[in-house]
């Protein structure tokens, strides 16, 4: 596919898998990465991202700090690969909406869940639907693809590579 911006949306929890060594996800969600970017591809996600992914899952149990885990970190958001989408008022107007919608369905979502998907949102608005997919652990989200218009799904990847 060529470099046209198209790419996929992810949500902090597939960061975290990486970051926290989850067995099952981490080298899917590393060999995902290799081959978007190897593909010339972007992936999307909203800056709240910088702030959900912090710290590792050890680093908060254990109480100690672990420079690796900010290189990690920065080696994401420092890639061109990565697109960081700022929120800003549509953003926040929109996830506010999605939230106050979805409680008359008796759907509780998080503020950071609807900001996420308000970004993969406005993104598709405003660079002509370059988002494919939505990229998230968290299964309660899949009832999203509707509202999004992209397929909502676990992160996945054509060949697993050795991390």
Request: glycine share 2%; aromatic share 10%.
């Amino acid at each position: 596919m060529p470099n046209n911006g198209a790419g996929f949306y992810w949500d902090s929890c597939v960061f975290l898998a990486f970051l926290n060594g989850e067995s099952d996800r981490d080298n899917v969600v590393w060999s995902s990465y290799v081959e978007i970017t190897e593909r010339n591809q972007k992936i999307y996600t909203s800056t709240i991202a910088i702030v959900e992914a912090s710290h590792s899952k050890d680093e908060r149990e254990d109480k100690r700090l672990d420079q690796e885990v900010v290189q990690k970190l920065e080696m994401f958001w420092n890639s061109k690969s990565i697109v960081l989408v700022e929120l800003n008022p549509i953003i926040a107007r929109n996830a506010r909406n999605i939230i106050r919608d979805n409680i008359s369905q008796g759907i509780k979502l998080t503020p950071k869940d609807a900001v996420h998907i308000s970004t993969a949102k406005f993104v598709n608005t405003y660079l002509n639907n370059v988002i494919l997919e939505f990229h998230t652990y968290d299964n309660k989200l899949e009832k999203f693809t509707d509202l999004l218009s992209i397929p909502v799904k676990k992160p996945y990847c054509n060949q697993l590579l050795l991390i």
